[in-house]
């Protein structure tokens, strides 16, 4: 009898724990491609965001995934961090879908869905890719279904075994146990909805009382908040300021209900033990709807309080100085109705990042600052991040047809925000080279040099950008255009230090000087665009 009530309930988890994976990998490979559209869409509405994230609770079925989802979002600047949090919120909501199938008596229901997917396997639909993640969801739904039914089946007969007698008269007049046990093994499952179905099949076979049942939930969503707080820790900046906000979430529910969950028990107050009877007669949905009001109480109370929870966040994990530099400060979608101020924006932007081009090499001068405030690669991804934002931005202000005088200057500008982006990159590459050379005292010497006057150049660029004066200009062309002479006289340096320096040594050198040669070019391009009328 133990053999078999072991192997029900161990088949009924496995089955459950497949279904769960299965509906949550694959709904997100069908929500992935669209989900950023959707998602970017729908968060600019307080009532939409609400709707996006009940509708993403309840097919992810995973508040974590749709939490990191949103998180990846946010830190890629497609939703501010202000808007994402309500459907953060309301997934929550959305994910007690699960739970309230769960308790409904679908045995019948399992088998016709399982029989189902076998013939759509049959017919080899599954390898189409229009339906390869839909069946795997159905696939995942129908082994959960089937999950619970050996759950069920194993767990009824275990009340009547001496041992589990005896453990649950232990337990049977405490609270803070159960409470303690869902919050650890949640932290192992990585789902409350797990824990709280699991709670539910044993509660209805009495191995927990109604009580006991309520304090897994409640444990269940601690110990959710808990793994999400501890998987943020690879986050930084905005994204772990959502991720934690889910942490939030959680642990103010708790905060709220546990509590009254002791006063309605010792002090015999009106709370939510007292409304269930009222809410549905049938255990199962008593406790389905304890998990509702649980996330819907959080939601409640989250989004009231949210400058206040905006402001804990912003201490716990502050804006990091990239997120800083990665956030256009001229350029916004209301400008497009305006062709011509949107080109001054997208220019005023443009001069922004060209300024940061000098920076690039504070780290490989040898004038420059002890400690740079901004290392090559902090730089290389703002810049990049921004650049492709005002080429977006440029994109849709052609598509609206400007006039020819405006569009010329938008075609300018879109030409040197590629050589801007082009510019970035090889400087990048240009440090991550120089850094290399700090071995020997002579090529260190030699890429100082390379690099001071780059930086001239670079600071030329910037004052010519952001003002595009005439004479500016040809200082940067005159500066530029004699490239074969510096590159000779770079070359002859080089090859005075050649001879005691190995191959590998040589090769850097040479490497170094087509960089610089490179840069040089992209500088010479910039300032030749730079005369066009678009600035002229």
Same mark, same amino acid.
């Given at each position: 009898?133990i @053999?078999?009530?072991?192997a ?17 990998e694959?709904?997100?490979?069908m929500?992935?491609?669209s =989900? ?5 869409l729908?968060s600019?509405?307080r009532?939409?965001a ?11 079925q995973?508040t974590t995934a749709?939490?990191?989802?949103? *998180? ?10 202000r808007?994402s ?6 997934s ?20 016709? &869905? ?5 013939? &759509?396997? /049959?017919?080899?639909l ?21 999950g619970?039914? /050996?759950i069920?089946?194993g767990?009824?007969?275990?009340k +009547?075994?001496h041992d ?9 007049d ?6 303690l ?7 192992v499952l ?9 709670a ?9 009382s109604?009580? $006991? ?5 409640y444990?269940?969503?601690l110990?959710s ?8 820790? @690879? ?13 939030v ?10 509590p009254?969950?002791y ?9 939510i033990h ?26 409640? @109370? @989250? ?10 966040? +912003? ?8 997120e ?16 011509e101020?949107?080109?001054d ?10 300024s940061h081009l000098?920076? =690039? ?8 600052a002890?400690s740079?405030?901004?290392n *090559?690669d ?11 934002e ?6 849709s202000?052609m598509?609206? $047809? ?7 200057r938008a075609?300018?500008l879109?030409?040197?925000?590629? &050589?801007?982006i082009s ?7 240009f440090?991550a080279?120089s850094? +290399? ?6 090529? &260190?010497s030699?890429?100082q ?15 010519t950008? +952001?003002?595009?004066?005439e004479?500016?200009? $040809? ?5 530029t ?6 590159m ?5 340096s ?10 590998a ?5 040479m490497?170094?000087t087509?960089?610089?040669e490179r840069i ?16 002229a």
């Amino acid at each position: 009898m133990i @053999t078999e009530i072991c192997a029900n309930l161990f088949a009924g988890l496995g089955l459950f724990f497949i279904g769960i994976k299965f509906i949550s990998e694959n709904m997100k490979q069908m929500t992935g491609r669209s =989900f950023r559209r959707f998602a970017s869409l729908f968060s600019t509405n307080r009532y939409l965001a609400a709707f996006a994230g009940l509708v993403s609770g309840a097919l992810v079925q995973s508040t974590t995934a749709v939490t990191f989802i949103m *998180a990846s979002l946010v830190s890629s600047r497609m939703i501010p961090l202000r808007n994402s949090i309500p459907m953060v919120a309301w997934s929550n909501v959305g994910s007690t879908l699960i739970i309230l199938l769960a308790v409904l008596n679908l045995h019948v229901a399992s088998l016709f &869905l399982m029989g189902l997917i076998g013939l &759509l396997y /049959y017919l080899n639909l599954h390898k189409s890719d229009s339906f390869r993640s839909g069946i795997g969801a159905l696939l995942g739904l129908g082994a959960i279904l089937t999950g619970l039914t /050996y759950i069920k089946a194993g767990s009824a007969p275990l009340k +009547e075994i001496h041992d589990v007698t005896v453990v649950l008269n232990y337990i049977k007049d405490s609270h803070a146990l159960p409470f303690l046990v869902a919050g650890l093994l949640t932290l192992v499952l990585q789902s409350s909805t797990t824990m709280s179905v699991i709670a539910i099949a044993l509660a209805r076979s009495g191995l927990l009382s109604v009580d $006991q049942t309520i304090m897994v939930i409640y444990g269940a969503n601690l110990g959710s908040g808990v793994s999400t707080w501890i998987l943020s820790s @690879t986050l930084s900046g905005s994204a772990r300021q959502l991720a934690l906000y889910q942490s939030v979430f959680k642990v103010v529910g708790t905060v709220i209900l546990v509590p009254l969950f002791y006063a309605e028990y010792y002090l015999h107050l009106p709370g939510i033990h007292s409304l269930l009877p009222l809410l549905s007669s049938d255990f199962g949905r008593q406790m389905a709807y304890v998990s509702l009001i649980f996330q819907l109480i959080s939601t409640a @109370t @989250t989004l009231a309080a949210l400058k206040w929870v905006l402001s804990f966040l +912003e201490r716990i994990s502050p804006v990091t100085r990239e997120e800083q530099l990665s956030l256009p400060q001229f350029i916004y979608e209301k400008a497009l109705e305006e062709p011509e101020t949107a080109v001054d924006l997208a220019e005023k932007e443009h001069q922004r990042l060209v300024s940061h081009l000098p920076s =690039f090499l504070d780290t490989v001068r040898e004038e420059s600052a002890a400690s740079p405030a901004d290392n *090559a690669d902090t730089l290389h991804r703002s810049v990049s991040s921004v650049a492709g934002e005002v080429t977006q931005f440029v994109n849709s202000l052609m598509e609206r $047809q400007p006039s020819r005088e405006c569009l010329e200057r938008a075609l300018n500008l879109q030409n040197r925000n590629d &050589l801007l982006i082009s510019l970035s990159d090889n400087l990048k590459t240009f440090v991550a080279v120089s850094t +290399e050379s700090k071995d020997s005292p002579q090529i &260190l010497s030699f890429s100082q040099r390379a690099a001071e006057a780059l930086h001239l150049i670079l600071t030329t660029a910037q004052e010519t950008v +952001e003002t595009p004066d005439e004479d500016n200009r $040809q200082i940067l062309l005159q500066l530029t255009a004699d490239r074969g002479e510096m590159m000779g006289q770079m070359r002859r340096s080089l090859n005075n230090i050649g001879q005691d320096l190995t191959a590998a040594q040589n090769q850097f050198l040479m490497s170094l000087t087509t960089l610089f040669e490179r840069i040089i070019w992209l500088l010479q391009r910039l300032g030749t665009l730079l005369a066009r009328p678009a600035t002229a």
